[in-house]
């Protein structure tokens, strides 16, 4: 960073806190109540009481690793710059939002308590940062594709008008300019879902480019790396498709579907075989052909660098979007290869929208020429300006928060300022945690700068004793699944390692978990995914809050086992993909895994009539306990390639 830049932060920081000082000072002393001296008992009574036996031996904390429990430590274990290995977004992103107990529920419910008026603090905080507050609660489903069921939730979201005017101008120059889309690029946790997610199922009160841009949505995908069908390009096509047909924006699109050879590239095997021929000719060239619209539409597509949890420590995996993995195939294996190979030849009149972590260099050189859109840039003054209103709001909102305000602990408000570098996910967890009361302001000051040493802060203060040892083995499970389970999926696959556990037992595991779930889904989801990537890293999480996957493999393949009988061929893939993975001890050998297969009663010979996203270390275990490939160029192709990729890494 050079000395201008420097000099423009200290600036800005320096002026931007006076103003949410004085804010804060000013609804201290007219809004707020004396704060309360309960804090201590109700963290207490947060920490659930357990007994500590664990599920197994292997699960028992080394004394080597133990923590010491200082909070400090936090600062060892996360960097002290943003970290780039965290992915970012999932249908849980702590963005700039903030979830509320009355949730909506159904896909396009009606917003709650829409448009309400801004009080005191919101009022000298407008003053102040000279940035008018629009906030309102918003129903945001999280499906990744048209016809996924929809997760009810109530956030209210915050601010973010300049984003909205620079898509806006994206939109506005679309016909005229060279590029045909934008890129919205931060850290983990800074918003990107979150604006994304308020384009896709929009609330009022966003002002003019909002609206506007809100109207022009023709279709949306969200990439979610605890769905691996999200992650799926044949899906991914699919979604568009229905999308496109149905959207009252264009017309003649969906005759365009009638052709043979638009048909013959939408059949199934021919989606997984050729997605890129398939995608031109069922969505590029239709498009194409067709009448065009009179306004620039917008195509939007969230996280398309987010690859999914299986492959993280998978060494022959190609990284998603990367040139060579389509060059070395010849096709789009990712989301992010297929628009990046065909991004240009979309028409003029459609406006790109991806969004991907800021450290995902091969996302951005992939999607080169598109207008950069960095949504936590804190050299820009209205992203400083985002932070600062984003706090006072949920003062102004939350009671529960102003019974901790004084005018000294207004302070510590104008750290925690400043240790979010800008993420909103790290913002929302330590308000979340004082309205809670199991965090109190002034402990701010001993919470690590960093999101990755926030997760160790908030482990230490969540999982104390050996409560963790308790969790890991659900969140093993979690991590493993290749969609997000139920909580009746996930208690039958603990059990079916613990037999002996009673009702009580998993209730009290159960709680433990909830403290790091998506609140607002039905199904077990946990908060954030740069969270489930924390607890895969050793560097950053340390040996005691590491967790190993491949007991939770290990469980769900037992609990597979248990059903195998009436598995259907979705099912023994699924199977065979959880068996390849669990860990390998004496005296079971590898060789045994095909035996497995065989004894457990599966339908071995019919698994290969489902035709989905193929693992090639599942493959070749079914092949190995006598399941026959069918004559099909789709899987000769993939097995032959991951063969080959088998035989460098040796």
Not at 162 to 183: N, S
Not at 229 to 251: E, G, M
Not at 573 to 591: D, G, K, S, T, Y
Request: with cysteine.
């Amino acid at each position: 960073m050079n000395v201008s830049s420097t000099t423009v932060i200290t600036t800005t920081t320096t002026s931007d806190t006076s103003c949410l000082l004085t804010a804060i000072d000013d609804a201290t002393s007219n809004t707020c109540t004396p704060p309360t001296n309960s804090t201590s008992d109700a963290r207490d009574n947060h920490d659930a009481t357990v007994n500590d036996s664990s599920l197994d031996e292997s699960n028992e904390e080394d004394p080597r690793h133990k923590c010491d429990g200082s909070i400090n430590t936090g600062a060892d274990a996360g960097d002290t710059s943003r970290d780039d290995s965290v992915s970012a977004t999932n249908a849980a992103d702590g963005c700039v939002s903030s979830v509320t107990s009355d949730g909506g529920s159904g896909e396009d419910n009606s917003s709650t308590n829409a448009g309400t008026s801004t009080t005191t603090v919101a009022n000298v905080s407008a003053g102040a940062a000279s940035s008018a507050l629009s906030y309102s609660s918003i129903s945001v489903i999280t499906a990744a594709r048209a016809n996924a069921k929809p997760v009810s939730e109530t956030r209210k979201f915050f601010c973010r008008e300049w984003a909205w005017a620079k898509l806006w101008a994206c939109v506005e120059q679309r016909p005229a300019a060279k590029t045909c889309g934008a890129l919205l690029v931060a850290g983990p946790g800074a918003g990107k879902t979150a604006l994304c997610r308020e384009l896709v199922t929009p609330s009022t009160g966003h002002g003019r480019h909002a609206t506007q841009l809100q109207s022009r949505l023709l279709a949306h995908h969200f990439c979610h790396a605890h769905d691996v069908l999200s992650l799926c390009v044949a899906n991914f096509i699919q979604s568009l498709v229905t999308q496109l047909s149905y959207s009252p924006l264009l017309s003649g699109y969906k005759e365009k579907l009638d052709a043979p050879d638009v048909r013959a590239a939408l059949e199934i095997k021919a989606l997984y075989h050729n997605p890129d021929e398939a995608f031109k000719r069922a969505i590029l060239f239709p498009l194409s052909e067709i009448e065009n619209p009179q306004k620039t539409l917008l195509l939007v597509v969230d996280s398309v660098d987010e690859d999914s949890l299986m492959n993280t420590n998978e060494s022959n995996c190609e990284l998603p979007g990367s040139v060579s993995s389509v060059k070395q195939s010849g096709v789009s294996r990712t989301v992010a290869d297929l628009l990046a190979s065909h991004h240009h030849l979309l028409p003029h009149w459609i406006l790109l929208v991806v969004s991907a972590r800021r450290c995902s260099r091969y996302i951005t050189r992939q999607f080169t020429g598109f207008r950069r859109i960095a949504l936590d840039d804190l050299r820009r003054n209205q992203v400083v300006r985002d932070v600062q209103q984003y706090i006072l709001c949920r003062l102004d909102r939350e009671p529960a928060l102003r019974n901790h305000l004084s005018r000294e602990t207004a302070e510590m408000l104008n750290q925690l300022h400043i240790k979010s570098n800008g993420c909103f996910l790290y913002l929302e967890k330590v308000l979340d945690g004082v309205a809670e009361g199991w965090v109190t302001l002034r402990e701010i000051r001993d919470i690590p700068g960093t999101l990755n040493g926030l997760y160790l802060w908030l482990c230490q203060r969540l999982y104390p004793r050996r409560n963790f040892q308790r969790v890991a083995p659900l969140l093993a499970v979690t991590l493993a699944a290749r969609q997000s389970l139920t909580p009746k999926e996930l208690q039958d696959a603990i059990r079916s390692r613990a037999l002996e556990m009673s009702e009580e037992e998993w209730t009290k595991r159960w709680g433990l978990l909830k403290r790091v779930l998506c609140p607002y889904s039905d199904k077990v989801l946990l908060f954030h995914h740069s969270f489930a990537e924390w607890l895969l890293d050793v560097k950053h999480c340390t040996q005691k809050y590491l967790v190993d996957v491949s007991q939770g493999h290990a469980m769900l393949a037992m609990c597979l086992t248990l059903e195998a009988a009436s598995l259907n061929p979705a099912k023994v893939q699924e199977f065979a993909f959880h068996l390849a993975r669990m860990p390998i001890q004496a005296p079971l050998q590898h060789c045994h895994l095909a035996q497995w297969l065989v004894s457990s009663g599966a339908s071995i010979d019919t698994c290969f009539e489902h035709v989905g996203p193929l693992d090639h270390r599942a493959v070749k275990l079914l092949q190995e306990a006598g399941a026959q490939l069918p004559p099909d160029p789709l899987f000769d192709d993939d097995i032959g390639e991951d063969e080959e990729d088998d035989d460098e890494e040796e």
